[in-house]
């Protein structure tokens, strides 16, 4: 298997990829890792409103592509703040955004982006490439909001989603070494149910609950005993583990989950609960993908 090596952060400009940068650049420091700044020119669309692209709007965008890295490699600068910088590389890429930075995932140690961006005319697209990324991206994937700063508090706990299966195994190891590096807690989150159920008259939450912490402790015996310095939270809910998670990113200042896997966090590489985790969280939500 290849070295993975360096932190990807897609950059085109806007608030939401500066707040990745920052992002990004703070967690590259806190590794030892240099950054790769990848900004995308998607293809040419050969016909335009009012007639053919011409060469001016291919050279604008050059120059734009320059000009939002100079802007970026700056923003790295000033992010390390008293720490010495992490080596940079700026690449610009002709390709769509989301195709161009699931490549530059392959070989990196994390890829950064924001919930949103700019598209080729300069307006928003929302989500269009962290969503990309987070369906087709290697390894793990981290979404950042504009308005991270409020979550930035770094002495909030990590949140880590946790299901009943072997795919989680990767989210579980990687919360762990993040909350050990920012020296604070981890709070592991299990949701029995994904489908939105809460308990029937009758029903016997007791035994669910009893399951759950089960879960919990068979998945996060071996962790505890290497990551010693890791206090552990457990917390057991019933249902609607996007729910639950969002809630609780409020008084966290990092989210972890799987892409995918079973029980409370069914369906998560093809949609609903780590693309609504990812866009509404109140802090930076790392998704690890498979690689």
Not at 227 to 250: F, G, K
Request: with cysteine; net charge negative.
């Amino acid at each position: 298997m290849t070295e993975k090596s360096g932190i990807v952060v897609g950059v085109d400009g806007s608030a939401e990829s500066d707040a990745a940068i920052g992002w990004a650049t703070k967690e590259a420091v806190m590794r030892e890792q240099p950054i790769t700044l990848v900004h995308a020119i998607p293809p040419v669309i050969t016909t335009w409103p009012g007639g053919l692209l011409d060469a001016s709007y291919l050279e604008a965008q050059e120059v734009n592509a320059r000009d939002v890295l100079e802007k970026a490699q700056k923003t790295v600068h000033t992010g390390a703040g008293d720490s010495p910088a992490p080596k940079i590389e700026a690449r610009v890429v002709n390709s769509s955004p989301p195709w161009a930075l699931a490549e530059a995932s392959r070989d990196a140690v994390m890829t950064v982006v924001g919930t949103r961006g700019l598209g080729a005319i300069g307006r928003a697209v929302v989500g269009s490439v962290s969503s990309g990324l987070l369906h087709h991206g290697h390894g793990p994937v981290a979404v950042v909001h504009a308005e991270y700063g409020r979550a930035a508090d770094r002495s909030l706990p990590v949140l880590l989603g946790v299901d009943g299966s072997p795919a989680s195994e990767g989210a579980t190891a990687l919360a762990f070494e993040e909350a050990s590096r920012r020296g604070v807690d981890l709070v592991a989150l299990h949701a029995w149910s994904d489908v939105g159920v809460f308990p029937a008259l009758g029903m016997d939450w007791h035994r669910y609950e009893d399951q759950g912490h089960e879960i919990l402790a068979e998945r996060l015996a071996g962790w505890q005993e290497q990551y010693p310095d890791v206090p552990v939270h457990r917390r057991i809910v019933c249902d609607q583990p996007a729910r639950w998670l969002v809630d609780t990113s409020q008084e966290a200042q990092l989210v972890v989950v799987g892409s995918h896997g079973r029980g409370g966090f069914a369906g998560l590489l093809l949609g609903s609960v780590a693309g609504k985790v990812a866009h509404a969280a109140a802090a930076p939500v790392i998704v690890v993908r498979p690689r």
